[in-house]
């Protein structure tokens, strides 16, 4: 059976880049035709130590150069058919992105982004890697749950969410799951959470609106589940960041099948065609149709959830046998 390691960072696990290399990993391990075995690299020495215990065939590395810096001289010192895993570009600067990548020496670019349009011959689109879905839930209950989840950064907006839920309701609870992440500028020490919960408790306030805080860094399965018992989840992240890639808090708001109600952003594009964008759908509209937008997500997980093994088994075979 071919061989191929994958490779992630080894800084810290609180970072959205290893989190979704090892999901990424997690979903390709189910793959019944290829062995797809995990090393976190943290310098050339460790790389290959890696490939000389796995003996790979190929190699995916989960590349961002900042935390990688050892990368471009590894590929170079000893060959294997690599593929790099493409972060943080916009539809503008795809292309050149993805040309830097290519010069580095990389064989081939894993582009988990079904919202792109390329034809190149050694970049690949695939599926996104989204956790393992949570059981269907229709919760009824008398006090609405609105839920939204991210690291803390001010552009992810909490505040709006919090906002839209005081507008929509007299008694309601905004559950907020946000840790801070590792790459904060404070080695994932507190910066900008203090601010962000102000500005959410400012945004509520009718006195039974109510702001619902927890930080812990979770398990892939522990934060699906805890998305999951949300009536309704939400990202408003501020429109225009630079090169910011594909969200993957979407991924995971995906897998806990409530209904979706994100921005008019771009890094979530590719989940546009089953979610719902804020603020032309509200969440006054989903209430009034909850059964709607329940079967609407749920349709949006079962479509997208084993995409990118069925995509990406699709690349190794034309790439390498």
């Excluded at 994958?6 to 970072?15: D, E, I, M, P």
């Excluded at 996104?128 to 001010?154: C, E, N, T, Y």
């Amino acid at each position: 059976m071919t061989t191929i390691l994958y490779v992630n960072h080894a800084h810290t696990k609180v970072c959205g880049i290893h989190d979704l290399g090892t999901r990424h990993w997690r979903r390709l391990t189910t793959s019944k035709h290829f062995s797809i075995a995990y090393a976190e690299c943290g310098s050339m020495a460790d790389y290959f130590g890696a490939l000389g215990r796995y003996e790979p065939d190929a190699v995916i590395i989960n590349y961002r150069a900042d935390l990688m810096p050892w990368v471009s001289a590894a590929l170079h010192s000893m060959r294997r058919t690599t593929f790099a895993v493409l972060h943080n570009y916009s539809p503008d600067s795809f292309r050149s992105v993805a040309a830097q990548h290519t010069a580095i020496g990389f064989d081939h670019l894993l582009v988990l982004d079904p919202s792109l349009n390329v034809s190149a011959p050694r970049v690949h689109v695939t599926g996104r890697a989204i956790p393992v879905g949570a059981s269907l839930k229709h919760l009824v209950r008398d006090r609405p749950v609105v839920g939204s989840f991210g690291f803390a950064f001010p552009h992810k907006n909490f505040e709006a969410v919090a906002a839209e839920i005081d507008k929509t309701f007299d008694e309601a609870i905004f559950a907020l799951h946000m840790p801070e992440a590792y790459f904060n500028g404070a080695q994932g020490a507190p910066l900008y959470t203090d601010g962000i919960l102000e500005r959410c408790r400012m945004a509520l306030t009718k006195p039974g609106n109510e702001l619902v805080f927890s930080d812990a860094h979770l398990a892939e399965h522990q934060l699906v589940e805890l998305l999951s018992t949300n009536d309704v989840n939400c990202l408003f992240y501020v429109p225009g960041q630079q090169d910011a890639g594909v969200s993957s808090a979407l991924d995971y708001l995906v897998a806990a099948r409530q209904p979706i109600l994100v921005s008019d952003c771009t890094m979530f594009d590719y989940a546009r065609h089953g979610i719902s964008i804020w603020p032309r759908i509200g969440l006054t509209d989903i209430y009034a149709d909850y059964d709607f937008y329940l079967s609407r997500a749920d349709a949006l997980y079962c479509e997208l959830a084993g995409k990118i093994v069925t995509d990406t088994e699709a690349v190794f075979v034309r790439t390498l046998t």
